[in-house]
């Protein structure tokens, strides 16, 4: 065909690979063999991670069974769009039992099996096995029909395998670019805490104090700072029975982040209600603290902006700052550090959930410098921390722009633009000849009764 690369030829997946070939035939029941449970393969890199060692007598009956250079593929739902596909290498004994839920595709001995996974695996096959898909929602499933009849052009071997090459190299650095950003939330973090760290040990603005003669900083409580410190409504006086469709706003464990309050999830109690629950009313400046500690501090600052009351629910502390005082953000900022929170661990109870009681809450102490090093520890924060984001926004968008970079390459591949063509390749239409041939050449196996293992 004219618009085909020289030397390629179109076939469909069955011409060149038999899908789900069925069991290995006789092995020894005590034979050491490879078991693959769908966890086993990674939907990152499609490959075959964490398979354990297991007797066949104990998984010859009820798993899929595949070999050495085999296709394997996640038929069902989210599994296949997550790319659970893999080629089966360095299996025990060179075979395997797996998850039923695996298409097994094997491909002929003039078919890299390596070119198959790619082509299986690239985002636009993915897209098109999804709208194959039959069945209920949550247990749809790839048909193996549409694997058989799938179309696709086929590069001479010999291509195969260059663009097998090309491909690992281009991949094998993008994917340590990807390593690399992936790094960076957990780096964005940990910079953050360096920064809060420096600036509440004062190094922050040390220049600018001492330029100023600002006097030392003073030892205060949560307490001390305070207007108010309250808890939620406990037990009866706020059950889930009188939760609402609207009206007073109800702020939740789930609604108090790391330094940010989370509207998503909205919880609402009748004006009614909130007749008797007045004294939890919240106000613009409060700052919430999760009772519960494990692995950050969860404090935010109640949100001026929401368009309704809003009360807080028992374990959502309250913390009404005296503005005079100290800047609420200030106190956000100093509660959300690393310092508060080793602090605060050491004084938590609860065997399964670690919480922090308002008592410890009102008692904790740290060093409070005036009103102006307030505001400019906040301000210098505060340009620390968008700095910051937008270098990971930056990282975010590489990490995009890489993921769509592989799948072009892998577009040029399989329309044979990504290497050059060889006209001393054997052709492909040779190949699928040699393959029609074998097969035609090869007894098909008689299908009785399964006789026990």
Avoid at 14 to 34: C, F, K, M, Y
Avoid at 162 to 191: M, Q, W
Avoid at 418 to 446: G, N, Y
Wanted: with cysteine.
């Amino acid at each position: 065909m004219s618009h085909l690369p020289i030397g390629w030829a179109e076939t469909c997946i069955d011409d060149i690979a038999e899908v789900n070939p069925g069991r290995l035939g006789h092995i020894a029941t005590d034979a050491q063999i490879s078991f693959v449970p769908m966890p086993a393969v990674s939907d990152i890199d499609g490959e075959i991670v964490s398979p354990t060692i297991r007797p066949y007598g104990e998984v010859s009956k009820g798993y899929t069974q595949f070999r050495d250079g085999d296709v394997i593929f996640a038929k069902i739902t989210p599994c296949m769009e997550n790319g659970k596909i893999a080629v089966a290498r360095a299996l025990e004994g060179g075979m395997a039992c797996g998850s039923t839920e695996f298409h097994v595709v094997r491909p002929s001995s003039d078919i890299s099996p390596d070119y198959l996974w790619r082509y299986l695996r690239q985002k636009s096959f993915r897209n098109d096995a999804e709208a194959s898909m039959t069945g209920a929602v949550g247990q749809r499933r790839v048909p193996a029909n549409f694997l058989k009849e799938h179309r696709l052009n086929l590069p001479p071997l010999p291509e195969q395998q260059r663009i097998v090459a090309t491909i690992d190299s281009l991949t094998g650095k993008s994917k340590r670019a990807r390593d690399h950003l992936d790094h960076i939330p957990r780096l964005v973090e940990k910079y953050k805490q360096a920064i809060l760290a420096a600036a509440f040990r004062g190094d922050l603005t040390r220049e600018w104090r001492e330029t100023r003669g600002e006097g030392p900083w003073r030892d205060v409580s949560v307490s001390d700072l305070s207007l108010s410190l309250f808890d939620g409504p406990f037990g009866s006086n706020l059950k889930s029975s009188d939760y609402t469709e609207q009206g007073i706003r109800v702020v939740r464990l789930e609604n108090i982040g790391h330094l940010g309050f989370i509207r998503e999830k909205q919880t609402f109690v009748s004006e009614e209600k909130y007749a008797g629950l007045t004294r939890h009313t919240l106000q613009s400046n409060d700052i919430l603290v999760s009772s519960f500690v494990a692995d950050e501090m969860r404090v935010c600052l109640f949100p001026h902006d929401l368009d309704t009351l809003a009360i807080n629910k028992a374990d959502c502390f309250c913390i009404r700052p005296d503005i005079s005082a100290v800047i609420p953000k200030f106190v956000e900022l100093r509660l959300a550090s690393s310092e508060t929170y080793k602090a605060l661990e050491e004084a938590v109870h609860g065997a399964t959930r670690p919480r922090i009681s308002l008592t410890q809450l009102r008692s904790f102490r740290f060093d409070l410098p005036s009103m102006e090093e307030q505001t400019e520890i906040v301000h210098r924060i505060e340009s620390a921390f968008a700095w910051i984001d937008r270098l990971a926004a930056d990282s975010t968008s590489a990490r995009k722009l890489i993921d769509h970079l592989d799948q072009s390459v892998l577009a040029k591949a399989f329309k044979g633009e990504l290497v050059q063509q060889d006209p001393a390749d054997e052709p492909a239409s040779a190949l699928l000849d040699r393959i029609r041939a074998e097969r035609a050449a090869t007894p098909k196996a008689k299908r009785g009764r399964k006789k026990a293992d």
